[in-house]
């Protein structure tokens, strides 16, 4: 059985996880682990084994390009079997996983991310044809502490049914319902506009710490578990590894 190692380095959390690519061609995980993203312990992860990542940290990912000399980085070009032609070169290594992830269980549909930033990715015909980028939860009570003189840093709790939502009169839990409604609301709006150019029935996978929030607004909504990019940066070390 081949070894292999996926890492997926966000903005505030990271996964690191090791695989074997067993005989039927399936991959199972050996060890999984999690890190804060500003204390990972880069000398215990192994560096003998073919390593995919993903980073959204750019000085993170120049650590990767020296201390993982075997590393592939999850760019569109290392990423073939998804035709990316229409995305810049700057498309986010996350973003480029979680669609490798998807075409694995339809070749159209969604991905949302949701954790510090809120990202969806759309593929049609496992051709990527765009996103969106919103700011999550923290992002937006973070800036509404920091630009105004009195307002307190929210900490936001999961989101309930929107349309359940009433007024508030306490600031904090006006905040909240506030901050909830434009990052869910804003994200179900895009929802819309991107299922319309797609073929009917094409699945929305949502995922990420903070995905809860936005199934619970519709039953149509797949969970996609917090382990969906890594699932699409093991889909590529499986590509790599079947050349060999």
Same mark, same amino acid.
């Given at each position: 059985m081949k070894r292999f190692c996926v890492l997926n380095i966000g903005n505030t959390h990271t996964q690191a996880a090791v695989a074997q690519l067993a005989d039927n061609n399936e991959f199972e995980w050996i060890?999984?682990?999690?890190?804060?993203? #500003?204390?990972?312990?880069? /000398? *215990?992860?192994?560096?003998?084994?073919?390593? %995919?990542? +993903? #980073?959204?940290?750019?000085q993170l990912t120049e650590v990767m390009k020296k201390k993982f000399p075997q590393s592939l980085a999850c760019v569109a070009e290392n990423v073939p079997f998804i035709d990316f032609s229409a995305a810049p070169p700057t498309l986010g290594m996350d973003r480029i996983a979680n669609c490798a992830a998807l075409i694995q269980k339809n070749?159209? /549909? $969604? $991905?949302?991310?949701s954790g510090t930033a809120i990202t969806l990715e759309v593929v049609n015909n496992k051709k990527f044809i765009g996103g969106a980028i919103l700011p999550g939860t923290g992002i937006l009570a973070r800036a509404m502490h920091?630009?105004? @003189? +009195?307002?307190?840093? %929210?900490?936001? #709790? *999961?989101?309930?049914?929107? *349309?359940n939502i009433a007024p508030e009169t306490l600031?904090?839990? +006006?905040? *909240?319902? @506030?901050?909830q409604s434009a990052a869910v609301a804003g994200t179900l709006q895009l929802l819309d506009n991107f299922l319309s150019i797609l073929p009917e029935k094409s699945p929305v996978y949502v995922c @990420? @710490?903070?995905?809860? #929030? $936005?199934?619970?607004?519709? +039953?149509?909504l797949l969970n996609g578990g917090n382990d969906f990019t890594l699932n699409g940066l093991a889909e590529v070390a499986k590509y790599y590894l079947n050349k060999e």
């Amino acid at each position: 059985m081949k070894r292999f190692c996926v890492l997926n380095i966000g903005n505030t959390h990271t996964q690191a996880a090791v695989a074997q690519l067993a005989d039927n061609n399936e991959f199972e995980w050996i060890e999984y682990r999690k890190y804060d993203t #500003s204390e990972i312990p880069f /000398g *215990e992860l192994p560096v003998d084994i073919f390593t %995919v990542y +993903a #980073s959204v940290v750019p000085q993170l990912t120049e650590v990767m390009k020296k201390k993982f000399p075997q590393s592939l980085a999850c760019v569109a070009e290392n990423v073939p079997f998804i035709d990316f032609s229409a995305a810049p070169p700057t498309l986010g290594m996350d973003r480029i996983a979680n669609c490798a992830a998807l075409i694995q269980k339809n070749p159209d /549909g $969604i $991905i949302v991310d949701s954790g510090t930033a809120i990202t969806l990715e759309v593929v049609n015909n496992k051709k990527f044809i765009g996103g969106a980028i919103l700011p999550g939860t923290g992002i937006l009570a973070r800036a509404m502490h920091d630009y105004t @003189g +009195a307002l307190p840093l %929210v900490q936001c #709790s *999961e989101v309930p049914l929107l *349309e359940n939502i009433a007024p508030e009169t306490l600031t904090l839990k +006006a905040m *909240e319902i @506030g901050i909830q409604s434009a990052a869910v609301a804003g994200t179900l709006q895009l929802l819309d506009n991107f299922l319309s150019i797609l073929p009917e029935k094409s699945p929305v996978y949502v995922c @990420g @710490g903070n995905r809860q #929030s $936005i199934l619970n607004q519709r +039953a149509d909504l797949l969970n996609g578990g917090n382990d969906f990019t890594l699932n699409g940066l093991a889909e590529v070390a499986k590509y790599y590894l079947n050349k060999e």
